[in-house]
Every structure is written in C-alpha cells, then in structure tokens.
Nanobody
Framework: VQLQASGGGLVQPGGSLRLSCVASGIVFRANTVYWYRQAPGKQRELVARITGGGLANYKDPVKGRFTVSRDDDRNTVYLQMNSLKPEDTAVYYC?????????WGQGTLVTVSS
C-alpha cells in the first residue's frame, strides 16, 4: 500500500499549485482522503478532506482558496491551491484510513516566497 504525493514546488505569493495523491495497492473509492500540512517548527495540521461521496471540507485558513477533488478512475485525489500565501509554506501530506490503519504519503514541499 502506497500513497504518492506530488506537485509541490516554489511559487510566488498569489500563485497556484495543484497537488496530487495517487494510491497504489489500495482503492481510494469510498474512502475519505485527508490533506495535512506541516510547517517548519509546527505540528502537522489538517487542511482539507474529501469523503468517498465527494463531500469536501476545509479548515478556515484555506477556505475559499483551496479545492480538494477526486478522480476515482485514476485512484487520485487532488488539492488545488490558489491565492497562495507565505504562511501556506509547508510539507503537504495525503492520508487515508482503511480498516483502522493510517496510510500516509511521503509529503511534498510547497514553498510560497517572492
């Protein structure tokens, strides 16, 4: 079972990035998938989630700027990040829980800086 997160990089404030989380060895369909982030010196925090039915929820700091979506045919969940701010700088992780087991992607670094 593996989750592969990608799409991070360096972007200027106000820019956009799209992160991807591809699952192998498991089927995302019907599972809630979470996006977390961990900024330097801070605890990992939940950013957004999407249920198996496609219902998305967001934490306040990213509401209106981030959009989570899923393509179950590709076994992939996306995090579209717009209007990025320096405080969005972090390593972003995807996560899902299957039969009480937590599966984490390896993380992808997003740096927002001019």
């Amino acid at each position: 079972v593996q989750l592969q997160a990608s799409g991070g990089g360096l972007v200027q404030p106000g820019g956009s990035l799209r992160l991807s989380c591809v699952a192998s060895g498991i089927v995302f369909r019907a599972n809630t998938v979470y996006w977390y982030r961990q900024a330097p010196g801070k605890q990992r925090e939940l950013v957004a989630r999407i249920t198996g039915g496609g219902l998305a929820n967001y934490k306040d700091p990213v509401k209106g700027r981030f959009t989570v979506s899923r393509d179950d045919d590709r076994n992939t969940v996306y995090l579209q990040m717009n209007s990025l701010k320096p405080e969005d700088t972090a390593v972003y992780y995807c996560n899902t829980i299957i039969y009480a087991t937590n599966y984490w992607g390896q993380g992808t670094l997003v740096t927002v800086s001019s």
